[in-house]
């Protein structure tokens, strides 16, 4: 199984570019997540999902958009990048939060906003 | 709101000596709490979890972790700790039974001196 795969793994965008991260699962699992990592605040949330075609925001959604047309994918949209946005982000994904399965996660994506 | 704090930033520690990762988790019912280790470049990796019953749990890689509910700690120990196990190590809460959203704290990064 390839688990939970994320491309690209790099990213260098401008200001005001818009982007899309993917990732896919093949574990057949309901929930994906969204995170982004920064120096000295840990893994904070973007957005999540409980399953296709249900989405619900983290702790910190603003500049981010998602959608979960499919199980397997789960994109996350920058419609217009800012310098702020710079970080590394790791999707993940699990069974079933409620029974507190334990989360896989993606290698990351470290992207760049100049 | 769940919360969990790791008080220490970095750690270093010689090889052969052991370790002890400080986790603490503000939480209003039965917690439960996880370890995730990330290498550089990499997603992040389960370590062990606690969800209830005997509160030393035993994890990957010889590492253990001891829930403690007066103390609201979920500190992970190793005996001897080898150059392998540099590396953030992440401690988290998982969702409510009203939620979907697991809480990490902000990491320690260990560094491991030969």
């Known amino acids: 199984n390839a688990g939970v795969t994320q491309t690209p793994k790099f990213q260098v965008l401008k200001t005001g570019q818009s982007m899309t991260l993917q990732c896919a699962q093949d574990m057949n699992h309901e929930y994906m997540s969204w995170y982004r990592q920064d120096p000295g605040m840990g893994l904070r949330l973007i957005h999540y999902s409980v399953g296709a075609g249900i989405t619900d925001q983290g702790e910190v959604p603003n500049g981010y958009n998602v959608s979960r047309s499919t199980t397997e994918d789960f994109p996350l949209r920058l419609l217009s990048a800012a310098p702020s946005q710079t970080s590394v982000y790791f999707c993940?994904?699990?069974?079933?939060?409620?029974?507190?399965?334990?989360?896989?996660f993606g290698s990351g994506t470290q992207l760049s906003v100049l | 709101a769940q919360s969990v704090t790791q008080p220490d930033i970095h750690i270093t520690v010689s090889e052969g000596a052991s370790l002890e990762l400080r986790c603490n988790y503000s939480y209003g019912a039965t917690p439960y709490l996880f370890w995730y280790v990330q290498s550089p470049g990499q997603g992040l990796q389960l370590l062990l979890k606690?969800?209830?019953?005997?509160?030393l749990v035993q994890g990957i890689k010889g590492f253990e972790a001891e829930f403690k509910r007066s103390q609201s700690s979920f500190n992970l120990r190793k005996p001897s700790v080898h150059w392998s196990d540099a590396a953030e190590y992440f401690c988290a809460v998982g969702p409510s039974n009203t939620g979907n959203q697991f809480y990490f704290g902000t990491g320690t990064s260990l560094t491991v001196i030969p």
């Open positions: 606690y969800f209830s019953g005997d509160t």
């Open positions: 993940a994904s699990s069974w079933n939060p409620s029974t507190n399965e334990k989360l896989f």
